[in-house]
């Protein structure tokens, strides 16, 4: 609701309307009895997973497209400032983690920086990847048989193949000794319902690992924390 009426005057109603459309959509998924269909569930499960028995304390959102360059900056906003909780629903100290460390970049630009640590680091990063079978704009260039996007998605499929089975060298400054755990979250196209069921996806996930951490992820008790940060800004 905060910038439904910016985006109906920049893009105009209809494509607001989309957007409505498929969040509404990803709404209605969330509420699926069948565990084996609700995706924000199942996410949220995995998450659970990484975060509380294989103890993967960050989690990388890698996506492979341009347009959304700041996406995983939103997420970090989303999941760590709803879940990076210590106090339960009861006012008790949780003994467990709660909310990972949220970060990312699209995965262009992640080939040549951070991909060496996630992919033989001593550190394990969950990663979740979010590609697209078909460019947003519906123009692309063909290059010895195959597309830019064909090409983009295929470099996507092998960093996930790579992180889960890993390479054997017998120099091993060249082995990858797999087993990172990651997922893909794969559309057919970047439009605005897309994005809409994306960002309702996510909202889900957030929610569902609230539930089960017993944790109030969307209620924030903020005046303390405004009065403190005013004061650092007074002191500096």
Not at 13 to 21: A, S
Not at 26 to 43: G, T
Not at 103 to 108: C, L, R, S, V
Not at 112 to 134: C, D, K, M, N, P
């Amino acid at each position: 609701m905060v910038g439904g009426v910016l985006i109906a005057f920049v893009y105009g109603f209809d494509v607001y309307i989309e957007f409505l459309k498929g969040a509404h959509e990803m709404d209605q998924l969330a509420l699926e009895k069948d565990r084996r269909k609700n995706l924000p569930l199942l996410s949220a499960l995995l998450g659970i997973w990484n975060r509380n028995f294989l103890h993967h304390s960050t989690v990388a959102v890698i996506p492979y497209s341009y347009a959304l360059r700041r996406f995983s900056a939103h997420l970090q906003q989303l999941d760590m400032e709803s879940n990076g909780k210590r106090i339960d629903k009861k006012g008790q100290a949780c003994n467990f983690d709660t909310g990972p460390i949220i970060w990312g970049e699209p995965g262009t630009c992640g080939q040549h920086s951070f991909y060496q640590l996630i992919h033989q680091g001593t550190t394990t990063v969950a990663l979740e990847f979010i590609g697209f079978l078909h460019s947003q704009y519906g123009e692309d260039i063909e290059i010895e048989n195959t597309t830019s996007q064909e090409k983009l998605l295929s470099n996507l499929f092998a960093q996930s193949i790579a992180l889960a089975q890993g390479k054997f060298d017998a120099n091993p400054n060249k082995f990858f000794p797999g087993n990172r755990p990651n997922t893909i979250l794969l559309g057919n196209c970047l439009d605005p319902r897309t994005l809409g069921k994306i960002l309702a996806y996510y909202e889900h996930k957030v929610a569902f690992q609230g539930f089960l951490w017993n944790i109030n992820s969307f209620d924030q008790e903020r005046s303390e924390e405004r009065r403190v940060g005013k004061e650092c800004l007074r002191l500096c």
